[in-house]
């Protein structure tokens, strides 16, 4: 089983959707939750960090269920822009590596 | 560019032949870490360096890998021997170590094994 779990997608929406990203992790130590972006052919970009309380960066919100191992990413009026894979990602310790998952394509259609 | 440089972009070498790549961190980041790539696939961790303290290599490095960072700075990557299966995206990134531990990551090497 991998450490951490996404749906491959794509997810294929309209201009101005609301669409959302499931994750699960295996490793109930997980210190740290993230979303990376990573646009075609380069490298992943920090999105945002995960809280237990939830947190919301304009039109993304994330929320972390430890409970449940199950991370979570809305985006709100999807742009165009927003078209890209979204990396669901945790570290377990001190060394602060990451570990990622496979990625959720988004297609945003005008 | 203050932002993880990487060298060289892209990679193409026969089966057999050693390459070696190199990242070269933002200044002041005493952590860096290699990751490999591959298609349709997250990035998966491979080494990572304390200032030039190697702490952590994953069991994906097999002896043909070696990696460097001789004055804490920059690092270095060489595979010896490489097969078809090393074709991936190297990705080097970086952190500081202290604060939100965001790790910065430079725009990888693309190495294809003919």
């Known amino acids: 089983r991998k450490e951490v779990e996404q749906d491959p997608g794509p997810f294929n929406v309209p201009e101005g959707a609301t669409v959302a990203f499931n994750c699960t992790y295996s490793?109930?130590?997980?210190?740290?939750f993230f979303w990376y972006r990573q646009d075609c052919r380069k490298e992943p970009k920090l999105l945002m960090s995960?809280?237990?309380s939830g947190n919301e960066d304009g039109r993304f919100t994330a929320q972390l269920n430890r409970a449940s191992q199950y991370i979570s990413l809305l985006i709100r009026d999807s742009k165009l822009s927003d078209s890209a894979t979204y990396l669901c990602?945790?570290?377990?310790?001190?060394?602060?590596?990451?570990?990622f998952g496979s990625g959720t394509r988004l297609l945003v259609r005008p | 560019d203050t932002g993880v440089s990487q060298n060289p972009r892209h990679k193409i070498t026969k089966r057999g032949q050693n390459v070696t790549f190199r990242c070269d961190p933002i200044s002041e980041h005493n952590r860096l870490y290699w990751y490999r790539q591959t298609l349709g696939q997250g990035p998966e961790f491979l080494t990572y360096?304390?200032?030039?303290?190697?702490?952590?290599k994953s069991r994906l490095l097999s002896d043909r890998f070696s990696a460097e960072r001789p004055k804490g700075s920059f690092s270095t990557l060489e595979i010896q021997r490489t097969e078809q299966g090393d074709s991936a995206m190297y990705l080097c990134?970086?952190?500081?170590?202290?604060?939100?531990?965001?790790?910065?990551f430079g725009p990888g090497t693309r190495l294809t094994v003919t």
């Open positions: 995960v809280y237990s």
């Open positions: 990134a970086s952190t500081s170590g202290t604060g939100s531990y965001e790790q910065y």
């Open positions: 360096f304390q200032n030039e303290a190697q702490l952590e």
């Open positions: 990602v945790v570290n377990m310790d001190s060394s602060y590596k990451l570990i």
């Open positions: 490793n109930s130590a997980s210190q740290s």
